[in-house]
């Protein structure tokens, strides 16, 4: 049996991959708890510095397989079982937004329900001409808000669109999404790993610490009230980096027109 998720590493870069092909790489049971494992382990891994995530096939994810164990049936115990299951699922966009890596999304065909979760969790998103997303979940008797959608989709595209697509489970198309904010960029099917992979060299460029912190601020800056609470996080993160070796190593490569030789510390 193939394993839900294939990793390749690629020294401080891994590409994961959703390996569900033939089930338009719906998320079933097996594969939430591949991915859960995969990005718990991440905060103590400062050797991968970047994830690249990806699927096989025509679409990057049908959601979660209607024919999988997380939909619990009837009976005793079911909203304690339910629970469980809905809390390994929405447990992957918790443990994509805490993990310290960038996340890059790359997105071919359809991204629906959980599909479209997960790409909404990652740090930036690319996709392929054909890209089309929607919140699913409304389509088969649920709320539009789930695995985190009605917290990261206003906070991208706005309160007005993110209220469209998650009241009506209306599919976004990628020219749409680009125009909207929803994408970084569109790039053609045959060409998304090699952009998501030169967008991961330019992220590769900083400071290891530097990357971590600012997406740790980045995070930190999208929940507080006040432009007060975003200068004390940024704040924090300077004073921190600026006594690190890799600081004066940057500084020290940029006035000698060379690489650095980070050393993360």
């Known amino acids: 049996m193939d394993s839900p998720i294939k ?8 590409i994961v991959t959703l390996n569900r092909p033939d089930k338009q790489n719906a998320i079933d049971v097996d594969m939430a708890k591949a991915l859960s494992a995969y990005f718990s382990a991440l905060p103590h891994r400062l050797d ?12 990057f994810s049908a959601g979660a397989d209607l024919d999988s164990p997380a939909f619990v049936p009837p009976g005793s115990g079911r909203s304690q079982k ?19 890596q960038p996340v890059i999304a790359l997105i071919q065909g359809a991204a629906v329900g959980g599909g479209f979760s997960l790409a909404l969790a990652a740090d930036v998103r690319i996709a392929s ?5 929607n919140a699913a979940y409304l389509r088969i008797g649920l709320g539009g808000c789930d695995m985190g959608s009605g917290y990261l989709l206003p906070r991208l595209v706005g309160v007005s669109v993110a209220s469209e ?15 909207t904010g929803l994408i970084s960029q569109i790039a053609a099917r045959d060409d998304l790993l090699e952009t998501g992979l030169n967008l991961a060299d330019d992220m590769l460029q900083a400071s290891p610490m530097g990357l971590r912190m ?10 507080v009230g006040s432009l007060e609470a975003g200068l004390m996080l940024e704040d924090r ?29």
Do not use: W
């Open 48 to 59: 991968v510095r970047v994830v690249v995530l990806r699927s096989e096939g025509k679409h």
């Open 214 to 223: 600012t997406k740790e601020t980045l995070n930190g800056s999208l929940s």
């Open 129 to 133: 001409p054909d890209a089309r997303m």
């Open 165 to 179: 697509l998650l009241l009506t489970g209306n599919f976004i198309n990628a020219d749409r999404a680009l125009a």
């Open 7 to 14: 990793i390749d590493n690629r020294g401080n870069l891994e």
């Open 237 to 265: 993160q300077q004073i921190i980096l600026l006594d690190s070796d890799d600081h004066r190593e940057a500084v020290s490569a940029f006035k000698e027109k060379r690489k650095p030789a980070y050393k993360d510390c």
């Open 82 to 100: 339910q629970m469980a299951m809905q809390h390994l699922y929405s447990g992957i966009v918790r443990l994509m937004r805490s993990c310290p």
